[in-house]
């Protein structure tokens, strides 16, 4: 990551949703056209998905639905109203499109072609598992464009041996693993095409639990578990870092005061880090501003999916809640763009054991999955921190994965959806739809197809509806089942 900030300084002058057609207009001399290179298409491509995957998808959507937030303004998605979500479906499919027409740039080559089916099955990842069956094979890339393509089963577009997630994920491991071309404009990784390695493994031991219902044969999570080439520490951290200067600010930084109000934190964060006695309160949230003035700094939480009038029939006092802590307010690079960190790695390998699907030692793995997230957010493990009750694994299957998948839970502030695709797998932790919920008190596990697909693409729209039992917030994918 030496050079990501020459990257971002050129990459944020172009940065928008949807680039494929910009980039044969910006700058463009009809005298003497240009083309565009892999190096700053791959750039702008993961900076949008990194970027979007954070702020908006992370902290500005998930954050209220796995209630590490809860809000006190008009965030109608902490009361379940979750909508399309549209924008994001737009995104992916456009950088999708970008890295399929990255293949026809001079310069390309197996190097580049290797991160760039990484990065593509990570997006398609991330389509599957927010809306369920979505167009896939006939999309935008495996062999031409088409406008109106069928929508793939959830369990094709993970387990086909040709071409799910799984096996390209894979198959690019060896590509890269054989190949000796090399990449520029790779703001994530520094262009070492090892760290793609580690990160691709990474993902797919991710999606083998992702899919862990579904499947009996664990053979393949258990060579990845034994070999050397996941991510081994907090150095291969799939992330970009935010910058000082403007426009690479983290967005929260200039964000409207209202916006940053209403990010308050949740009563159930609250619960479960203050049982834990765990100082990473600090990190995420400030004391209260009515505690400070007292003399006596305190950390206080909010009920998600309350209405104003109910925080104002219940008395509560909205200076005595806290707000983000000033890592996320105050200073303007004080976060990273996240996509995976090691430590989901070590929680995930520690679920495995733990479940039996694969031989380890689920204590290790643990202790290395909490010391990861403190070392990553710079705190110190207390000394008695494994020894106490809420923490250690001394119970039984049952509860040793509560402990696990909490610590998980927690691990995942801000990185994506991450946490919200956990929770309906594994329902850890147990979260109470708020009061004022527009769900009927259901938790939500999907978002509605985009408007656009019910206009352009309706007939296979209509299929993939009635296939999957129809298009509303409740709907369960195929690996929840």
């Known amino acids: 990551m030496k050079n990501i900030q020459l990257f971002l300084i050129i990459?944020?002058?172009?940065?928008?949703?949807?680039?494929?057609?910009?980039?044969?207009?910006?700058?463009?001399?009809?005298?003497?056209?240009?083309?565009?290179?892999?190096?700053?298409?791959?750039?702008?491509?993961?900076?949008?998905?990194?970027?979007?995957?954070?702020?908006?998808?992370?902290?500005?959507l998930n954050n209220y639905l796995v209630q590490f937030n809860a809000d006190v303004e008009f965030e109608r998605i902490d009361r379940y109203e979750l909508g399309s979500n549209s924008?994001?479906?737009?995104?992916?499919?456009?950088?999708?499109?970008?890295?399929?027409?990255?293949?026809?740039?001079?310069?390309y080559n197996e190097a580049y072609d290797g991160v760039a089916e990484i990065l593509r099955s990570y997006y398609f990842s991330q389509l599957t598992d927010m809306w369920g069956d979505v167009p896939y094979t006939e999309a935008i890339g495996f062999n031409e464009f088409n406008f109106t393509p069928n929508y793939d089963f959830q369990e094709g577009i993970y387990t086909d041996p040709d071409t799910g997630?799984?096996?390209?994920?894979?198959?690019?491991?060896?590509?890269?693993?054989?190949?000796?071309?090399?990449?520029?404009?790779d703001i994530m990784f520094g262009n070492d095409l090892t760290s793609w390695i580690r990160f691709s493994n990474s993902l797919r031991v991710?999606?083998?639990?992702?899919i862990s219902k579904r499947v009996?044969?664990?053979?393949?999570?258990?060579?990845?578990?034994?070999?050397?080439?996941?991510?081994?520490?907090?150095?291969?951290?799939?992330?970009?870092?935010?910058?000082?200067?403007?426009?690479?600010?983290?967005?929260?930084?200039?964000?409207?005061?209202?916006?940053?109000?209403?990010l308050k934190m949740s009563e159930t964060l609250e619960n479960i880090l203050k049982e834990w006695d765990d100082p990473r309160i600090s990190v995420f949230f400030n004391p209260t501003q009515e505690s400070i003035l007292e003399g006596n700094p305190e950390y206080?939480?909010?009920?998600?999916g309350l209405s104003v009038q109910t925080i104002s029939e219940r008395g509560i006092i909205l200076n005595d809640i806290s707000n983000m802590s000033d890592k996320f307010r105050v200073v303007p690079d004080g976060v990273d763009a996240q996509i995976m960190l090691y430590s989901e790695v070590q929680f995930a390998l520690a679920e495995a054991v733990e479940r039996g699907y694969i031989v380890g030692n689920a204590q290790t793995y643990y202790e290395n999955g909490i010391r990861a997230h403190f070392e990553y957010y710079d705190k110190q493990v207390p000394m008695d921190y494994f020894e106490r009750d809420y923490i250690a694994l001394n119970g039984s299957m049952n509860e040793n994965l509560d402990k696990i998948l909490t610590q998980k839970w927690l691990s995942l502030f801000m990185v994506g959806h991450e946490a919200w695709f956990n929770i309906r797998r594994t329902g850890i932790p147990s979260l109470t739809p708020g009061q004022d919920n527009f769900n009927n008190d259901q938790y939500p596990t999907r978002y509605l197809y985009p408007e656009s697909e019910q206009a352009a693409n309706r007939v296979n729209y209509s299929e993939a509806v009635s296939r999957i039992g129809g298009d509303n917030i409740n709907i369960k994918n195929w690996w929840e089942m």
């Open 216 to 262: 009996k044969d664990f053979e393949k999570l258990q060579g990845l578990a034994n070999g050397e080439m996941l991510m081994k520490s907090n150095e291969d951290n799939a992330v970009v870092p935010y910058l000082s200067s403007a426009p690479n600010q983290f967005p929260l930084f200039s964000a409207s005061t209202g916006i940053f109000q209403g």
């Open 11 to 60: 990459i944020f002058s172009l940065f928008i949703s949807s680039c494929t057609n910009d980039f044969n207009t910006i700058n463009e001399n009809l005298n003497a056209p240009q083309e565009v290179s892999p190096e700053f298409l791959l750039t702008n491509v993961i900076a949008a998905q990194s970027n979007e995957h954070t702020y908006n998808q992370g902290l500005r």
């Open 165 to 185: 997630i799984l096996a390209r994920l894979e198959a690019a491991v060896s590509r890269l693993e054989n190949t000796s071309e090399s990449i520029r404009g």
């Open 300 to 304: 206080k939480g909010i009920p998600n």
């Open 87 to 107: 924008g994001y479906w737009n995104l992916l499919y456009s950088l999708l499109a970008d890295l399929e027409s990255m293949k026809t740039l001079p310069g």
């Open 206 to 210: 991710r999606f083998y639990l992702r």
